[in-house]
């Protein structure tokens, strides 16, 4: 007697087939019946994960002969079905409008993606696949790689990267990470150091490094070198880090003026309302002009923070005068 093929709960194939709009992910070819496909083709496996919604020939295709010219193989339907599954919400949440244009362009990405992801994974090139789906922004592709990669013996650099790549970057050991310091600390190249302190999540130590490259960089007169490193210290966040440091150190000495800078540099108002309201008793005590206005500009006393500007005018006019 044949082995029955396990059914996909109800619940959950409603749920596959109104994300992909009843539509196949790899053709999108409105009205043709479709089915939905096991991605890793275990039938018993129907996390929504590993499902997708292909229609007959398509799904023919991942079997036989593959599409566009090679084998439709798992990973492509995950492209392709996330890249589906993307265009179907804005659609529905009326993001925007996509016209004839816009849709050939993304095809054409996607069909570059594939392209790029099978010439690597033929040259069995998995950190650079790895890189490749980070940079599309496919999580779940990169990580299966980067995993493959650290399973294989990879150098100090690779480990580094790649957990970095992935947020995990605490998790390197710290025999690792001091390795590679010694090296290039041995060249001066002290910019790579400041790479490395940063996909291991040590900012400190990072801005340190980024520093100390610049200053060198800058004296040797190279000046897109320089502007390059202080722009990728900007964008990687590595500011916003060092601000959230001054003002953990603020608070654990409890300097509520440079609690407030901090707060106001990072940005993050609704701390800083909070805080101005809950230090109300300590402002008023300290007659500070600048922490009086902040109070009344709070409460939203404009009276106040009138009079306690004019203050703050009077007291530097005073100061000038007596300096004469």
């Not at 409105?30 to 275990?42: L, T």
């Not at 990879?154 to 990470?177: A, C, N």
């Not at 701390?271 to 101005?276: H, S, T, V």
């Amino acid at each position: 007697m044949a082995k029955l093929r396990p059914e996909i709960p109800v619940n959950i194939a409603a749920k596959i087939l109104f994300l992909s709009d009843r539509t196949c992910c790899v053709c999108r070819q409105a009205g043709k019946k479709v089915q939905i496909h096991h991605i890793d083709e275990n039938p018993s496996n129907s996390a929504e994960s590993n499902l997708a919604i292909l229609c007959f020939e398509c799904h023919t295709e991942t079997m036989i002969r593959g599409g566009f010219h090679r084998k439709l193989n798992a990973e492509q339907v995950i492209l392709y079905r996330n890249d589906w599954l993307n265009i179907v919400s804005r659609k529905r949440g009326l993001a925007h409008t996509t016209n004839q244009g816009d849709a050939e362009e993304n095809s054409r990405e996607l069909e570059l993606a594939t392209s790029v992801a099978e010439i690597y994974r033929e040259n069995e090139e998995y950190e650079l696949l790895a890189i490749h789906y980070h940079n599309i922004e496919n999580d779940e592709l990169r990580d299966k790689y980067i995993e493959k990669v650290l399973n294989e013996n990879p150098s100090d650099h690779s480990i580094v990267f790649l957990r970095g790549l992935q947020g995990k970057g605490r998790e390197v050991s710290l025999e690792v990470v001091n390795r590679l310091v010694t090296r290039y600390e041995a060249i001066e190249n002290y910019l790579e150091i400041a790479r490395i302190y940063k996909q291991v999540d040590n900012p400190l130590e990072s801005v340190k490094y980024y520093l100390k490259g610049v200053a060198s960089v800058f004296g040797e007169k190279n000046y897109f070198t320089t502007a390059f490193y202080l722009r990728e210290l900007v964008e990687d966040g590595l500011i916003e880090d060092l601000l959230a440091k001054a003002y953990a150190k603020a608070n654990k000495s409890g300097d509520l003026w440079w609690q407030i800078r901090a707060l106001q540099e990072l940005k993050w108002d609704t701390e800083l309302n909070d805080l101005i309201i809950e230090s109300k008793e300590e402002i008023l005590r300290s007659n500070d002009p600048k922490l009086l206005q902040l109070l009344a500009k709070q409460e939203g006393n404009e009276k106040k923070y009138i009079e306690y500007v004019k203050d703050e005018a009077q007291s530097t006019t005073m100061k000038v005068e007596d300096n004469d």
